[in-house]
């Protein structure tokens, strides 16, 4: 019966989303319970992922900063699995959590909580709002093309995104905060402000991390006026721990023996490969733009067909080749390890 809001974005603008969270696991009297879609399990070579990722820690405080609890190790998820949940003991209103990364990495698609009792539902895409903000200009969260559907984009596979969570260096997003409540205010109060700056540019309504191990969580002044219990990372700090990222994270897809190929026409090879971005996955061609994204560097390159010379991708046999003679010592990537053509779109 309940009804969920949540802010999204579709185009430039926001827009209001609404979704039904009937399908979100009740919580029983003494237990907050969250839920998890997964998507890009199995990722990289050697594969980011064994037989799934590893569901990440999980931390609760209320309204007024008081810790409620935490679920260490709650196990791992397959991809696109919708019964993966985890429970924390409380019989509290959990409106902050953190999720912070386990060895193996994972791709979150959506997240939801239900506070005890069975109380109030609310849900999040870490994944579309690690691009929002990266399209914004202040991202922070390592993100890739989903495809998996979620509640409120069940008939937009192609605007789901994942957010990358690892704490063990092959990506360098180690965890990220929601204060649930914010995601629903419209409902709750539409005189809030809504813009996509609100959200990106505060650190209490949701933020990713890259410091090891984070442990606390980032909130709004409470009327009790606690102090603050974690400094945030300054903005250059931030930056260096997005470069390490995107370093990291490349070489680990570099021998990756899979290119993902899309007829979606919203997903873009060149948004892939703009180093301005954050995204991290795997190599990615897009029919819509006839491109190809070598993600290990973040080239793009165009199919061949689109061009009389220079370096192109032979989309036939998965090679980036050099035309014309003047070209002829151009660098470009060996991909002679690719195996395997992942098409996605709307018939895939
Ligand atoms: C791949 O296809 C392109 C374009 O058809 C061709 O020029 C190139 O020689 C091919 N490469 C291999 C290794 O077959």
Redesign the pocket.
Known sequence: MATGTIVSIIGTGITLLGFLLDNVPNSDAGKATLNFYIANDGAGDPPLSDAGGDLPDVRLWDETIEFLGIKADPGSCEEGAVTCTVDVSTEEAPTYTLFTANNDAICIAWTSITFPGPGQKYGWHPGNWARWCDDYGNGAGAWYYAQTVVPGLEDARDEVYCAWLDADGDVETTGFQVHWPEFNRFEENPAEPNDISYYCDNDPPMNFRTDQDPSSVIYWPTKKGKRDLFTPQSKAEKKRGLERQASRISKRFASSTDIVKSYWPKHSAAKLCDPNLHAAGKSFVSYEEKSFCYMPTKTLYPF?ETVDSGACF?D??N?V?VKGAANARMAIPDLSHVKNSVIWGPDA
């Open positions: 061949c032979a036939g046999n090679t080749v």
